[in-house]
């Protein structure tokens, strides 16, 4: 259990931030800081256990048809992730307080944050793979929210939507992959795919797999070729940088291959893919990182070659290879996110990252730019830092493999290549920014930041030197057990020391320093050859790409669908036709052997209104009002034969939605043009027609088929439980907020959302309004007729009264919350077409929207009522109380849940009606007006 | 007894019905329609009170109830869209 309060501590952790954002930047982060405190506090309180190896787990049940559980698991790797995760989330929350400035929407911000690291710590502390998979598609819509987080800006908002689509497009592959997987071994447990090595590698999808999930990795960690969002993704606030882009998303690609490590590792495809991509992905990263001028630049290249690094050690498939990328993601967390923190720090108080204006800032900001230093000197691998440990197992590592065969030696070369770059651009981040001569013209003076504010860089700093200093003492037992986690079984010997002795890593070590100093000084020969390639802008690359496939797809969508209506029903019937007439022939005869109903006059008579109305509307379809006018004999028609055939509730239903709906469309009809031009040529009008005639004796034919045979329906299930398990003699009302109430909870809300949508719509709506009727004369003088109102208004309480009734029977005879809402919206309506919009507005204090969510809000709380009591969602409760003078009556949580629906749907009918009927009169611009207030 | 009379009375309203039908099909004005409209929500009125005669239960009777009230609606509507276009002013 203690396990499912991190992620839930972290989310109600950005719901504080929102609500604390009035308070003031330092109470907003106080307070929400608390949460994740609290998180990392339980991480740390299992340190015993998960050094011990105890993997701790939490599971609770979900969808288990689905093999969806909410299942959380502690082990080594999770445990060093979700610490990286929530302390340096925390040491970031800190810094972001002094990096963003007062007006900038802190809470907002912050909510982002610890949304993002919701979604960071669900991905690693998951125990089941498609759960793992909402984490990471969560990290991605979050990382977009923070990236985009100066949304003003419109490199933000590029960068934002090209790390959205690359890693959105990667989950998707993620996703596939995980699929074929959870199909090869037939669960989506992560302990039993962990144990289902032999299985998944000789399945036949293997490759597939591999690829697929290797695709979600690689965009996620900004692998080659996928590499370009992560520079781009600088647009970012430089604390969003700082926690996405060197300690924690970037990181979830490289947690996924080490979670998968144990089933997918050690093939000879994995080798391929993950080494290659691993090593293009480090020297790409490490040569065009020298040629950045702009900090983040520099550092986001950086952190791509060391990503590259860490995804080679993994594809390299040993053990002790692990045990290295374990360490380097610790060490590459640590010194990456000073660095950025750093370079945050020298952007906010010199007020530019272009490293052709910083020069010298040594004397400005001495302390700030030794621990910048201290940082570089980690990341380029200096002895006494954590960088240089790593990167020493790195070297040994490259040396002790030889999968390539003969051109094995390659990789230790390359590697050295690699590492000489990086020392060549560390030591630009150290001499170009803090010495070599005076700055440019920065917009402000360079000065020591506040206080607090390098507080977490001093932190880390001081980290990357205790690490680098006394390794096995500080991250010994992590690192163990974390190797073990991602080796799953035994660790291999390894011992964490300064001294080795002097050996092949070492000189490799020594060519790389010199190396790197070498290039760097040397640099201009490297800019002026670089100078030669065009400069490729990604981003222009990615819009073209983007808008092609957009193009592509309206090509294609054009193609298909013309926007003609005529022609997709046409479509539509035609298909229905031919999947209906085969079977149809097939029927012997069309009648079935239950006798006919008698025939009598009054059917007759209603059958013929019926068929001649609805013949007519088609006939005058170009007459609107007409056709509005014949609808509504059918809609009455069809009333008085469901109350003739046993089906009263329906009946009501149908008459009142008959009422609104003529309401409606005669709303609608006042900005339409009243009659329609005839557009069809003779062909298309036979076509329509023969396929109309068709359709329609295919629906006759098998509605009468249908009728003439017996059926066993379900309906006898609900005859005989509605009164013993819903507490109604009503079974069409027990159906609808019992039986299948979760349907019903569904439709009140798409009707809600439908309802907030059309307001949205016609909200600042101007529209042309007819002086005059369609035959040209004058509209009436008087607006209100003295009668009309009388009368009306007379309506209003015998409605209201009606509807009571209707809605308080419901449960046991005709009625219920949906007609009971339907009248009682009628009524008032009826007082908006009487005295119109003005008289009424002050007169009738509702707000269709309090009225609507709070229905909604009711209908929810009845339902989650149940969880009190252990029982399902919407599970009804019923009993019978005696009431003095009034007798016994029975009580149904039911009710509740019916008056739900019932103030919802008067909430969005009226929402609709009265916004529709607005648009003519002054309260049109009400929404504007309201938002100003 | 009351049976008969119900069958009998529900056979003069489908008849009446049919005529309304006719009233509305034939025109001329629009008025000739919604008022053949209104005759036969009245008319609907006393075919569902009939059918709860004939059976014998008050089931129906809401559904009267309803039509009674909430017809008047729908043919005030119509008129108002003829008067002024604009329902709601």
């Known amino acids: ?933 | 007894m009351l049976s008969y009379a119900a069958i009998f009375v529900s056979t003069l309203i489908g008849f009446s019905l049919l005529l309304n039908l006719w009233r509305f099909i034939k025109g001329p004005h629009m008025l000739d329609r919604i008022i053949a409209l209104d005759t036969m929500y009245i008319n609907a009125i006393a075919l569902i009170i009939l059918l709860g005669i004939f059976l014998e239960t008050t089931l129906y009777y809401e559904g009267a109830l309803l039509i009674a009230m909430l017809g008047f609606v729908s043919t005030s509507a119509v008129c108002k869209f003829i008067l002024r276009g604009d329902i709601i002013e």
Not at chain 1, 105 to 132: D, E, H, K, P, W
Not at chain 1, 206 to 216: D, E, F, S
Not at chain 1, 320 to 329: E, G, P, S, Y
Not at chain 1, 601 to 615: D, K
Request: contains cysteine.
């Open chain 1, 1 to 933: 259990m203690a396990l499912f309060w991190v992620p839930l501590l972290t989310c109600s952790g950005s719901l504080a931030a929102l609500f604390t954002q009035r308070l003031g930047r330092s109470a907003c982060v106080a307070i929400s800081a608390l949460f994740p405190a609290m998180a990392l506090a339980i991480i740390l309180m299992h340190t015993k256990q998960v050094f011990d190896l105890e993997q701790i787990r939490f599971t609770a049940s979900w969808i288990p048809a689905l093999g969806l559980d909410l299942s959380f698991r502690l082990d080594g790797l999770s445990f060093l992730f979700a610490i990286l995760i929530l302390a340096i989330g925390l040491l970031v929350m800190l810094y972001a307080r002094y990096y963003l400035s007062a007006h900038e929407a802190a809470g907002r911000f912050y909510a982002y944050l610890l949304l993002f690291m919701t979604a960071m710590v669900g991905i690693v502390l998951s125990n089941n793979v498609l759960q793992m998979w909402f984490f990471w598609e969560l990290t991605s819509l979050t990382s977009f929210l923070l990236i985009s987080f100066w949304n003003h800006r419109s490199d933000a908002r590029k960068g934002a939507r090209m790390a959205l689509a690359i890693t959105g497009a990667g989950g998707l592959a993620l996703l596939a992959g995980l699929l074929l997987m959870g199909q090869v071994v037939g669960s989506y447990d992560l302990d039993v795919i962990l144990n289902s090595r032999e299985l998944i590698q000789s399945s036949e999808s293997y490759l597939i797999m591999l690829i697929l999930v290797l695709i979600g990795a690689f965009t996620k960690s900004a692998q080659f070729p996928f590499f370009f969002w992560l520079p781009h993704a600088m647009a970012a606030p430089t604390p969003v940088s700082a926690y996405l882009h060197s300690a924690t998303m970037v990181k979830a690609g490289i947690f996924l291959m080490a979670r998968m490590f144990p089933v997918l590792a050690g093939t000879e495809a994995w080798f391929l893919l993950v080494s290659v991509t691993g090593l293009l992905t480090l020297l790409i990263g490490a040569y065009v990182a020298l040629f950045k001028h702009d900090l983040k630049g520099l550092l986001a290249y950086s952190t791509v070659s060391h990503l590259g690094l860490i995804t080679l050690l993994l594809g390299l498939g040993t053990d002790l290879a692990a045990v290295a990328a374990v360490f380097h993601i610790i060490n590459h967390a640590t010194f990456k996110a000073s660095l950025f923190m750093a370079a945050g720090i020298i952007d906010h108080e010199s007020g530019s990252r272009d490293m052709r204006k910083l020069n010298g800032l040594f004397k400005y900001m001495p302390i700030t730019a030794t621990l910048a230093m201290v940082a570089s000197a980690a990341m380029a691998g200096v002895p006494l830092l954590n960088g240089f440990l790593s990167k020493e197992m790195f070297f040994t590592e490259t040396l002790q493999q030889s999968t390539l065969g003969s051109i094995s030696w390659m990789i230790p070369v390359f590697a050295t290549i690699g590492a000489a770059f990086s020392v060549a651009y560390s030591l630009r981040f150290i001499h170009d920014v803090f010495f070599n001569g005076t700055p440019g013209d920065l917009p402000k003076t360079p000065h020591e930041p506040p206080r607090y504010m390098r507080v977490p860089v001093e932190v880390l700093v001081a980290l990357c030197l205790i690490v680098g200093i006394f390794p096995e003492a500080t991250v010994g037992k992590l690192l163990a057990s974390a190797s073990i986690a991602v080796l799953g079984g035994d660790l291999p010997y390894y011992h964490l020391h300064i001294w080795h002795g002097f050996n092949l890593p070492l000189v490799m070590s020594i060519l790389a320093m010199a190396g790197g100093a070498a290039i760097y000084f040397n640099r201009h020969v490297l800019f002026r050859i670089q100078a030669n390639f065009a400069e490729k802008n990604e981003s222009v690359i990615f819009d073209n790409a983007v808008k092609k496939l957009r193009d592509a797809s309206r090509w294609l969508m054009d193609g298909i669908d013309t926007g003609a209506t005529q022609r997709s029903v046409f479509w539509l019937l035609f298909l229905a036709l031919a999947f209906t007439l085969p079977p149809l022939m097939g029927l012997n005869s069309t009648a079935g052997l239950r006798p006919q109903l008698p025939l009598d006059p009054v059917m007759i008579a209603g059958a013929t209104l019926l068929c001649v109305c609805s013949v007519a509307t088609v006939i005058w379809h170009n007459n609107r009002l007409l056709s509005l006018l014949l609808l509504s004999v059918v809609g009455l028609i069809v009333s008085i034969s469901f109350a003739l055939f046993s089906a009263p509730d329906l009946a009501l239903t149908q008459l009142s939605v008959e009422v609104v709906t003529i309401i409606l469309l005669l709303l609608a009809l006042y900005f339409l043009p009243q009659y329609v031009r005839n557009h069809s040529s003779p062909g298309l009008i036979v076509r329509d027609l023969s396929v109309s005639v068709l359709i329609g004796g295919v629906v006759g034919t098998l509605t009468y088929a249908m009728m003439t045979r017996p059926l066993d329906s379900i309906a006898e299930f609900y005859t005989a439980n509605a009164k013993l398990l819903g507490g109604g003699t009503n079974i069409v009302n027990v159906i609808l907020v019992d039986f299948r109430g979760f349907d019903t909870f569904g439709e009140i809300t798409v009707l809600a959302i439908a309802a907030i949508g059309i307001y949205k719509l016609i909200a600042r709506m101007r529209l042309f309004q007819p002086s005059a009727n369609i035959e040209g004369i004058p509209w009436a003088k008087d607006k209100h007729p003295f009668m009309f109102e009388i009368i009306s208004q007379a309506l209003l309480p015998l409605a209201l009264m009606v509807s009571c009734y209707i809605f308080l029977r419901g449960h046991n005879l005709p009625g219920g919350g949906f007609i009971a809402g339907l009248i009682t919206s009628v009524a008032i309506i009826q007082q908006y077409i009487a005295h119109g919009n003005d008289w009424l507005v002050p007169r009738i204090k509702l707000n269709y929207l309090t009225l609507l969510s709070s229905g909604l809000l009711i209908a929810f709380i009845t339902g989650v009522g149940g969880f009190i009591w252990q029982q399902p969602f919407l599970k009804s409760w019923h009993d019978y109380v005696d009431i003095p003078f009034i007798g016994e009556i029975e009580l149904a949580s039911a009710m509740g849940f019916d008056l739900g629906v019932y103030l919802t749907v008067i909430g969005s009918s009226m929402m609709i009606l009265a916004n529709l009927g607005g648009l003519t009169t002054a309260d049109r611009l009400r929404p504007q007006n309201r938002e100003a207030k």
